[in-house]
């Protein structure tokens, strides 16, 4: 607010609540706007786009995502896109590794007993689950990511320093994998490889397996049941991308089967309608999460000074800090 603040020539007009904003206010309001920032939640469609009006120049999602963005009726009307890419890849490949770890680990399942107030006695084998570290008893681990872009690279360089000995991807990393990568790769002693696989081959060698690919059309259910049942009984599942990818009720049906060890999600499809009703929240052994990827201080308060530096680039025709070529 500060930033956009400074600029007398912009008048602002914000939604006064720190939740979604709702669908009416938002096609009402946005009636003559030159630009508008807008989250994740917000479907910028041709509808909105109608509503704003042709003088509509920038469009500023706080958001590295953009599949709540029909990109073709921002492009008929050459309406820019700025997005938040970047800033946020340490808080979600942070909070990736936390989601694997708790899977793994029966952080979920554990918290619900002591909460419960049952702390239980110990016992030798009593909560174990797989390691993600290698071990003597498991000496390789293989990290698999769908999608290898900037959010799988920080998450690998994290997972290999917790002892991960192979890396498999699919999917076109956004860019190769830069050379800070190579060299943290290089220096470490345990990961020995880094390999490009198709699907079949990142079911069947994942001990871990992060989801890390855009939502959208064409991802949407890669993750299905003909998947999961190739994955192997101990390994585990983690979405910090978007809930689209992955077919809720193979998921929850896999679970349930052991087909997998456990699931850690920070989105699940259709959220925030996710009851305590829903297959995956009851499943003991799937570690949910509400979509909080990015929800750090540090890393929000960069999002926002980027969506609004990116609407005010776009309100003066000027090159943008971040901009999606569309
Ligand atoms: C994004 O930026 O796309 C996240 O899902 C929300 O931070």
Redesign the pocket.
Same mark, same amino acid.
């Given at each position: 607010m500060a930033i956009l603040r400074k600029r007398a020539d912009v008048q602002v007009t914000v939604w006064p609540e720190d939740r979604t904003c709702e669908r009416d206010w938002l096609l009402s309001n946005i009636a003559g706007a030159d630009g508008v920032i807008v989250l994740?939640t917000d479907k910028i469609n041709a509808e909105l786009l109608e509503r704003a009006g042709p003088q509509l120049k920038v469009v500023s999602t =706080?958001?590295? +995502?953009y599949d709540h963005v029909s990109l073709g009726e921002l492009y008929k009307r050459k309406v820019r896109l700025g997005y938040?890419p970047d800033v946020?890849t340490d808080a979600?490949a942070d909070l990736s590794v936390m989601l694997a770890l708790m899977a793994g680990r029966n952080g979920g399942a554990g918290i619900t007993l002591v909460k419960d107030g049952q702390w239980p006695e110990f016992a030798p084998f009593f909560m174990c689950g797989p390691q993600l570290s290698s071990s003597s008893l498991a000496p390789t681990r293989t990290a698999g990511f769908l999608g290898f872009g900037r959010i799988a690279q920080a998450t690998l360089k994290r997972v290999a320093a917790f002892g991960v000995t192979h890396c498999i991807y699919s999917g076109n990393p956004s860019s190769p994998p830069d050379t800070a990568l190579e060299v943290h790769l290089a220096e470490d002693h345990r990961l020995q490889s880094v390999r490009r696989v198709d699907l079949d081959v990142l079911a069947r060698e994942s001990d871990v397996l992060f989801v890390l690919a855009p939502g959208g059309e064409k991802t949407y259910h890669v993750i299905d049941e003909k998947f999961l049942r190739k994955m192997r009984r101990h390994s585990v599942l983690v979405n910090t991308a978007?809930g689209t990818l992955v077919d809720s009720d193979a998921l929850a049906m896999a679970l349930r089967e052991e087909w997998i060890w456990g699931a850690g999600l920070d989105?699940v499809e259709g959220e925030p309608n996710v009851g305590a009703g829903h297959p995956l929240v009851k499943e003991p052994r799937c570690v949910i999460v509400p979509?909080i +990827?990015?929800a750090t201080w540090e890393t929000r308060v960069d =999002?926002a000074t980027l969506a609004a530096k990116n609407l005010l680039a776009g309100l003066s025709a000027e090159s943008m800090p971040a901009e999606l070529d569309l």
């Open positions: 994740f =706080m958001s590295v +995502g938040t946020l979600v978007r989105v979509h +990827g990015s =999002m």
